[in-house]
T-cell receptor
Framework: AQKVTQAQTEISVVEKEDVTLDCVYE???????LFWYKQPPSGELVFLIR??????QNEISGRYSWNFQKSTSSFNFTITASQVVDSAVYFC??????????????FGTGTRLKVLA | GAVVSQHPSRVICKSGTSVKIECRSL??????MFWYRQFPKQSLMLMAT?????????EQGVEKDKFLINHASLTLSTLTVTSAHPEDSSFYIC??????????????FGPGTRLLVL
């Protein structure tokens, strides 16, 4: 069964610390997509990254980086030199080709990150 | 690019009334739109998937007569909560899929609508 696990419910760090948010997924398919979204206190989910199952290259975007490892079914997200504005709930999601009907995301339960000044 | 708007952002209504929420993709056409519900400190719960010009597909346990979804065009989907009751109070979020269709699409989310039913 498809499943996304974000075991860290809440993380608190002090500003400028690095922090890694874990995401582990389960899927029956060989072709799938993984996503990370940020949900700040305002509530709107902001798209951060999409990664397909055939591309295991790590990606870096400014202070953000992602480590995708198929061998461990993980897609972890690291924020370097965290800032107070990074405080939000972060969701990992999985999208795969459905057996029938329209695709849909499987969301993890989210990790609440608090960055303290 | 890839902006999704949602209106209204907040609504308070009396029990028994109906509330309509609009979701628009502003700078792209979306074949598929999604409606989610989110309770405080919880993840998103998919309510239904909406395809332009066809009936919405509801998730198990979601009453389709209670939550009416219309996807009239490639840029507009509406969710109507009929005869709302206090237990319908929640944060409703829509998203629109951008891409060529299918599971490789990226969903872009609207800002959400906070519904409070008194």
């Amino acid at each position: 069964a498809q499943k996304v696990t974000q075991a860290q419910t809440e993380i608190s760090v002090v500003e400028k610390e690095d922090v890694t948010l874990d995401c582990v997924y389960e899927t029956r398919d060989t072709t799938y997509y993984l996503f990370w979204y940020k949900q700040p206190p305002s509530g709107e989910l902001v798209f951060l990254i999409r990664r397909n199952s055939f591309d295991e290259q790590n990606e870096i975007s400014g202070r953000y980086s992602w480590n995708f490892q198929k061998s461990t079914s993980s897609f972890n997200f690291t924020i370097t030199a965290s800032q107070v504005v990074d405080s939000a709930v972060y969701f990992c999601a999985l999208s795969e080709l459905p057996l029938k009907g329209t695709y849909k995301y499987i969301f993890g339960t989210g990790t609440r990150l608090k960055v303290l000044a | 690019g890839a902006v999704v708007s949602q209106h209204p952002s907040r609504v308070i209504c009396k029990s028994g009334t109906s509330v309509k929420i609009e979701c628009r993709s502003l700078d792209f056409q979306a074949t598929t739109m999604f409606w989610y519900r989110q309770f405080p400190k919880q993840s998103l719960m998919l309510m239904a998937t909406s395809n332009e010009g066809s009936k919405a597909t509801y998730e198990q346990g979601v009453e389709k007569d209670k939550f009416l979804i219309n996807h009239a065009s490639l840029t507009l989907s509406t969710l109507t909560v009929t005869s709302a009751h206090p237990e319908d109070s929640s944060f409703y979020i829509c998203s629109a899929g951008q891409g060529r269709g299918g599971h490789q699409e990226t969903q872009y989310f609207g800002p959400g609508t906070r519904l409070l039913v008194l």
